[in-house]
């Protein structure tokens, strides 16, 4: 999709014990301008809204953030920008 629509897109893969605090350090050591998650769309925790790894990633992200959740006939796409990302 990103290469048919001329969209740059660099995918990486990184082994870390903390899911989340990898995913924030391959997009500041990458200088990503935004992170593409993929969501299951629920939560087991009662005290996470999304989960663990997607609430800490949620809080923490320096950059803009694009959530994509696959359901059986939806493809939903939530982008949380960053204020101190503005152009």
């Not at 500041?28 to 999304?50: D, F």
């Not at 939530?78 to 503005?86: F, H, I, K, S, T």
């Amino acid at each position: 999709y990103a290469e048919e629509h001329q969209i740059p897109l660099t995918s990486v893969v990184r082994v870390g014990y903390k899911t989340a605090k990898a995913i924030l350090e391959a997009g500041a050591v990458r200088h990503c301008n935004m992170i593409l998650m993929g969501w299951k769309g629920h939560t087991t925790s009662r005290q996470k809204m999304m989960g663990e790894v997607t609430d800490a990633v949620v809080t923490h992200a320096k950059r803009d953030l694009m959530l994509v959740k696959f359901g059986p006939s939806t493809l939903l796409l939530q982008n949380y920008p960053n204020p101190e990302m503005e152009n």
